[in-house]
């Protein structure tokens, strides 16, 4: 699997950004697609899941209510809305997927399967 992040960039804090997460090379349709992300000087964490079917989503405590994961399997694309952006949102977001049947408890601790290469996320206050 080949994940291509994108749409990452620089906003005021109470701002919005949408980033994209573009999948290749294996069934799309079947994965859970997950969002990460990694600030300076700290652990990388989860932020978001959403399942095969869209119809299971996870969040973190931090995002939640201000982050939205969404995916179409036509398009083999998974999002992440990202509104009421705050300066503590500032890291690098990873797409992240794992194949079908994974458990929400281990990918949320210990990360997913395959992974993309970053986007940047830098909030302003």
């Known amino acids: 699997v080949q994940l291509q992040a994108s749409g990452g960039g620089t906003v005021q804090a109470g701002g919005s950004l949408r980033l994209s997460c573009a999948a290749s090379g294996r069934t799309f349709s079947r994965l859970t697609m997950g969002w990460f992300r990694q600030a300076p000087g700290k652990e990388r964490e989860f932020v978001a899941s959403i399942s095969w079917s869209g119809g299971s989503t996870f969040y973190s405590n931090s995002v939640k209510g201000r982050l939205t994961i969404s995916r179409d399997s036509a398009e083999n694309t998974a999002w992440l809305q990202m509104n009421s952006l705050k300066p503590e949102d500032t890291a690098v977001y990873y797409c992240?997927?794992?194949?079908?049947?994974?458990?929400?408890?281990?990918?949320?601790?210990?990360?997913?399967?395959?992974w993309g290469k970053g986007t940047q996320v830098t909030v302003s206050s």
């Open positions: 992240a997927a794992d194949p079908p049947g994974s458990d929400y408890e281990s990918y949320r601790l210990y990360g997913m399967d395959y």
